[in-house]
Every structure is written in C-alpha cells, then in structure tokens.
C-alpha cells in the first residue's frame, strides 16, 4: 500500500486551457483530481503513466519517492466541489474530467471515500453538463446507483485488451471484473463508455466482447496518439522496455475501431473519442 498524505487544498476543479481533452469537438472545461500520486502506480499501467511525470508529482513526492509509493489526498475536495459548483456562473457549460491523473476507484476509495462523497455532490447540482468517472478499477461497482442518478455523468471504464496473459497488461481476473462492471453499471441505468486507451494486442474475440458489454460508446486510443507526444513520452517509459511487441503500430489499434462500428454503438478515435460526448442540450434538441 502507498504512503498516505493528507493536504488541505485551495481547489478541486482544474480549468481546462490546452492539451489532450480539449482536442476533442467537445472539449472538456475541467478537470477533478482528489490525489496527488496514483495508488494504482505500482501496478503494470504505472511503467507508462504520463501523470509520474507531471509537476503536481514532482513537486509534492519525498526525495525518494517513486510514483505509486505514495499518495497525497486532498482531504477537503468534496466541500470544495460543493463551493465552486455553488458559486460557477456557467454551471451548464462545466465538462469534467474525473481524474486525468489519479484513479478515483484506486484503493485507498475504499476507505476513504472521496470519489463517493464528490459525486454526492454532484447529485445535488443537475444542471451541469457532462462528469466523466474515468476508472480502471472494479471498485466503481459500489458506486454504480450514485453514478445512474446523476444525469451528466458518464462512467468511462479503462480496457486496453481483452488479454489477461500480457506481462504488461491486466490480468485476466481484471479484465473479466472491469467488463462485468461495465454490464452491472449499464443494466443499473449508467451511461457507459469503455476506453481502449492505450490499446494493446488483443483476441479476435475483443471487438465482439466490447459491443456485448452493455457500454453505449467505445474510445481507442494508441501510446503514439494519446500520450500527449507521439509516442516519446512512452518511449522513455520502463513499458517500451518491458513490450514484447511494436508499441507504435497504430494498425491493430484502426483495425479494432473499424471493426466496431456499424454495431449499434459510438465509436471514437484518441482525442477526438474521449471529447466526443455532445453537450446535453444538443441532445435534447
Ligand atoms: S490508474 Fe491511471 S493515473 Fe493511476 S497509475 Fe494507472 S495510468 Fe496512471
């Protein structure tokens, strides 16, 4: 288990003026990170989390520190939450992110329960526009009647492959947990969307086990599109030394999004998938 920190932060919601989720035709306008460090970091997707390398990490660690051994909750973020949602003018325009550098459903949720409590206060307000709960963390399960009740939230589940024998991937216990949380959070009344992101070798059966899952959109993603430089970032990771395969194949990763639509469901590419979730009011229109 990682280190545990506490801070009292100033902020919660982080606007959103460049990069990865606002390249979408939909861009994101916030995003909502409770940690500082990631408590999944120690496991496979920490070898080539982008997030290790940001300053809110770097700035914050102990000398020593390496990213997954340690996590700085900002114990105060669902009173913050409650004041900037009370007091933002555009309310109906916020797009979140939930969390583009940590995992609300890590295990210290368990215990703590920041996701929990934030999205009771989401609940409170109905007028914003979009909340993603992006996860790759079965944990989500206990949370999916909060989440169905929240009527611009989005669970987003991570699935890179359908393989559970990859060294560098998750196992196979995970991927069947993360889809059965996808059904779960599906038949339960949840808008759902599962995240090829980064995507790596998969089955013949990966394309069919997605449409079956009960998730209304799926995004794919590469390391060479969606980790923010083509591919250096990842190239310099410990995983480009681990992958017994080309990461920077694109090829399987456009196979499997063609593959995948005409089956019912939306379908996404990097950047442009993950902001393509439309504004509420377009959908009512
Ligand atoms: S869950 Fe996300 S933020 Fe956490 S280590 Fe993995 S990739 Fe990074």
Redesign the pocket.
Known sequence: MPDVRMITAKRILTRQKGGFLTEGPYPYTHTLSWAVG????S????Q?????AFPNWLYNKQPGEQ??DAVILKENAPELLDAELAKAKNRHEMRIFM?????PY?PLERRYRLTRRCLDVFAQYRDLDLLII????PLVIDDIDRIAAIPYAWLSM?LETDRGDLPYGPSANHVRQRLEAVTAAARAGCQVQITVSPCMPYTPDFADLLAASGAQRVVVDTFVDGDGSQGHRTAASPFAEQADYNWRATDPARALYESLRGRGLAVGWSAAGFGGIPPRQHVLI
């Open positions: 990631c408590g999944f970091g496991i496979y997707c920490g080539y989390c982008y997030a290790s990213w997954g969390s583009s550098v940590t995992d890590q992006q996860t790759r963390s991570t």
